[in-house]
């Protein structure tokens, strides 16, 4: 186990559903963040939160809403989500925002149908 | 525009050699560079860093290299065993964040 706990492992939802994405670290870091990855792409940085403040947001669409309320908590919550948003939703976690040695949690597998 | 270029294709290598995967960029001046494993259907395991004035870096039978000048760095995994197959991502800390590349896919035949 790597510390890093995500929930759900795998969704299925539709265009026109709200779902939130779950994730929770074990390991006392200071940084959290959301990555996308798509099949035969890099994993792209979503969002970056340090202290439960949001620090980066990639100019991500407005359907998915991030949400920090501690350290150890890290939501993403989806809404009206398109089938090309179908792909891994990765959780990290780190000691500090500048990203050494990211801990990642298992993803959730996200389908839209 | 800044890129990160790994060999996406599969490497294939028998069991008991060494594994050599690169990592090759562009338009970075990396702080510095970290090298990852990714099984199917689960998240990266963060292995080896190695920072910019750092030439070589050891772990186990791991070993990364990382020159600056050539702006590439080499990921060794010697004695290659089955249970090594996986991609390897490397990641790199530029300005700001950490880009990850597409990773290359090892697959150790026994």
């Known amino acids: 186990e790597t510390g890093v706990t995500q929930t759900p492992r795998h969704l299925v939802m539709g265009m026109t559903n709200k779902k939130s994405l779950k994730c929770e670290q074990h390991?006392?870091?200071?940084?959290m963040y959301w990555y996308k990855q798509s099949a035969k792409k890099p994993l792209e940085l979503m969002f970056v939160?340090?202290?439960?403040?949001?620090?980066e947001n990639n100019s991500v669409p407005s359907r998915f809403s991030p949400e920090c309320p501690n350290s150890s908590h890290l939501f993403l919550h989806l809404h009206t989500l398109q089938p090309e948003d179908s792909a891994l939703y990765l959780c990290?976690?780190?000691?500090?925002?500048?990203?050494?040695?990211?801990?990642f949690g298992s993803g959730t597998q996200l389908s839209v149908l | 525009s800044q890129k990160i270029e790994q060999n996406s294709e599969a490497l294939n290598i028998q069991e008991g050699k060494t594994a050599t995967l690169t990592c090759n960029y562009t338009?970075?001046?990396?702080?510095?560079l970290q090298w990852y494993r990714q099984d199917p259907g689960r998240g990266p395991v963060f292995l080896l860093l190695?920072?910019?004035?750092?030439k070589e870096k050891r772990k186990e039978r791991l070993k990364v290299t990382f020159d600056t000048t050539l702006k590439q760095s080499l990921f060794h995994i010697t004695a290659s065993q089955p249970a090594d197959s996986a991609t390897y991502l490397c990641?790199?800390?530029?300005?700001?964040?950490?880009?990850f590349g597409i990773g290359t896919k090892l697959q150790v035949i026994p």
């Open positions: 990290a976690s780190s000691q500090d925002r500048g990203g050494e040695k990211l801990f």
């Open positions: 390991l006392g870091h200071n940084a």
């Open positions: 939160y340090s202290l439960e403040e949001r620090v």
């Open positions: 338009n970075y001046s990396p702080a510095y």
């Open positions: 190695i920072r910019e004035n750092e």
């Open positions: 990641a790199l800390r530029g300005y700001q964040k950490v880009t």
